[in-house]
């Protein structure tokens, strides 16, 4: 969770200057605006500080914007601070909001949770969205005292009811967890909704994963791909991804393999593990994009290097292969032993026949029954044969001792990890589902 940013506050303070409204065209205030909205800050500046001067609040609390965001002069907090306490003593609510994060976030005034909720608290009492929802997420933070879950899920759904997108991101995070309540799948599709629809990238994600999988809405692709699309537009890297993965596999959008890589290159830019391996896999295959050895390990290993169980199995079979790196088996075991220590089947299978020929890893009849029994019980089903032919040649004893070491195996570990929805391995299309 976020507190609101200075960023769209100059928006929201429209609803709270109702001078802005009423005053005469050719008010300092006024034409301050009119500068500002032609991006003429210091002429903004010029008009609204003199004003400012004389005690004006709405004045006070735009001088403190220009200087908070560095608007036609240096950015600079303490100055800020300034306009924004003269404006804030004399009850503005939005001058007040944004006192609280110079609080909160410290470095232009020193750092304090009272001093801010004391300031977000004066706010929300006179009904300003933004400040209720920074109270709300202070308290669930337990960044106040007394902490009251209740009475900032109150101050959420108030917020949220008058549009404050970011308490109804919060709203359907709760929702969807079951944080504070039950958990309400199709209550948070709907605070979702209305968050996404004021731009909100999170939101946006998070309702597009909904329409994928069908989780309080209907299953719809193509609204999942434009949800998705709108948040990948803006940066959001698991947004990029899930695009990508939906051109890759033609799912509520045309297949397209190049527009799968773009996306899948933008995300993995960020550091998106799963889309550094989509994009590796794709340049593995020649897809999209021309076929590319090196830059393709290149990119599985910086996944791998995260604990991408998928990451770390493909690039251990580009070590056994020498895909445009050294054929290196010790190197290539290490790698699917630690996709296979994560659950991942292919992984399991692989180092099974590892063990079985004693090649990177000991030679370990027992062990290599372990990881065919595990392999298949996550899925694997070319495992089932080669725990056959291996079973053959091993006594009974060893095999209840493989069977026994892989049921404890499973306790411990449990489930097996996701492969964030690209399921490919080296050279082969796997079966895969979506994020």
């Not at 005053?23 to 205030?29: D, L, W």
């Not at 719809?220 to 434009?226: S, V």
């Not at 890893?361 to 089932?384: F, I």
Request: with cysteine; aromatic share 8%; net charge neutral.
């Amino acid at each position: 969770m976020k507190l609101t940013t200075f960023q769209g506050l100059l928006v929201a303070a429209l609803c709270s200057l109702p001078l802005l409204l009423t005053s005469g065209c050719a008010s300092p205030i006024h034409e301050g605006w009119r500068a500002y909205d032609h991006g003429d800050y210091s002429a903004a500046l010029a008009q609204w500080k003199p004003v400012a001067d004389q005690g004006d609040r709405d004045a006070q609390y735009l001088v403190g914007v220009i200087y908070d965001e560095g608007r036609g002069v240096a950015k600079d907090g303490k100055e800020a601070a300034k306009w924004y306490r003269l404006a804030a003593e004399q009850g503005h609510a939005a001058a007040q909001n944004n006192l609280g994060l110079l609080y909160y976030d410290g470095g232009a005034l020193a750092q304090s949770f009272s001093e801010s909720a004391r300031w977000f608290r004066a706010s929300a009492k006179q009904g300003f969205a933004p400040a209720k929802n920074n109270l709300a997420q202070m308290v669930l933070l337990g960044e106040t005292q007394p902490s009251d879950r209740e009475d900032a899920l109150k101050l959420l759904r108030s917020a949220a009811t008058q549009g404050d997108a970011k308490a109804q991101t919060t709203l359907g995070i709760m929702a969807q967890d079951g944080i504070g309540a039950a958990l309400n799948p199709s209550e948070a599709a709907r605070w979702f909704r209305m968050s996404a629809e004021q731009g909100v990238a999170s939101a946006q994600s998070a309702l597009g994963v909904k329409y994928f999988i069908g989780d309080g809405v209907a299953g719809n692709n193509a609204l999942a791909f434009k949800w998705c699309r709108r948040a990948a537009e803006q940066g959001l890297a698991d947004a990029q991804f899930l695009v990508a993965w939906m051109y890759r596999h033609g799912k509520g959008v045309e297949h397209d393999d190049g527009a799968a890589a773009t996306w899948f290159q933008r995300a993995a830019e960020q550091g998106h593990a799963a889309a550094q391996t989509g994009l590796g896999l794709m340049l593995f295959e020649g897809a999209g994009v021309p076929r590319d050895d090196r830059q393709a390990a290149r990119w599985m290993e910086l996944a791998a290097v995260q604990g991408f169980a998928l990451a770390q199995h493909n690039l251990g079979l580009a070590y056994m292969k020498g895909r445009d790196v050294r054929a290196d088996i010790d190197t290539a075991a290490k790698w699917i032993q630690l996709a296979a220590h994560q659950g991942l089947a292919a992984a399991e299978e692989k180092l099974g026949s590892l063990h079985e020929l004693g090649r990177g890893v000991g030679r370990d009849e027992v062990a290599a029954y372990m990881w065919y029994s595990l392999a298949l019980s996550h899925g694997q089903a070319s495992a089932e044969g080669r725990r056959a032919e291996l079973a053959k040649r091993m006594s009974a004893m060893d095999v209840a001792h493989g069977v026994e070491l892989s049921r404890m195996w499973q306790d411990n570990i449990g489930s097996p990890v996701k492969t964030g929805g690209e399921g490919l391995a080296l050279g082969a299309r796997a079966s895969s589902a979506g994020r």
